[in-house]
């Protein structure tokens, strides 16, 4: 699966913005996706996934009421509205996409195998949030 990302950039404290991924190729029934990102020096930690099947949404506690993930309907595109950003924020932003449902809500709320590979992963985007 090929995952394409926009929607990084640079903004104050307390602002906005908007992520996009859209999926293509493979053969899965279902492609489930989610974001992570890595800090400067940090470790990758999860944002948020969305189930393709049945709409479920899973966010990691640091995002909860300040990141909104949502999914076109019919379509293999993602999106993360990220609101009232902070610097804490900051780091690169990755799509994943993969066919299984467990491994990504796991390694999203931090109980996963930090060892698995998904189907997809993305090239990244930067966001860049200023005090």
């Known amino acids: 699966v090929q995952l394409a990302e926009s929607g990084g950039g640079l903004v104050q404290a307390g602002g906005s913005l908007r992520l996009s991924c859209a999926a293509s190729g493979g053969d899965l029934i279902y492609v489930h996706m989610g974001w992570f990102r890595q800090a400067p020096g940090g470790v990758r930690e999860g944002v948020a996934c969305?189930?393709?099947?049945?709409?479920?949404?899973a966010y990691a506690e640091s995002v909860q009421g300040r990141f909104t993930i949502s999914k076109d309907k019919g379509e293999k595109r993602v999106w993360l509205q990220m609101d009232n950003l902070q610097p804490e924020d900051t780091g690169v932003y990755y799509c994943?996409?993969?066919?299984?449902?467990?491994?990504?809500?796991?390694?999203?709320?931090?109980?996963?195998?930090?060892?698995?590979?998904?189907?997809?992963w993305g090239q990244g985007t930067q966001v860049n949030v200023s005090s």
């Open positions: 994943a996409a993969d066919g299984a449902w467990g491994p990504l809500v796991d390694l999203v709320l931090g109980v996963g195998n930090t060892k698995y590979v998904f189907d997809g």
């Open positions: 969305i189930n393709d099947e049945d709409g479920r949404i």
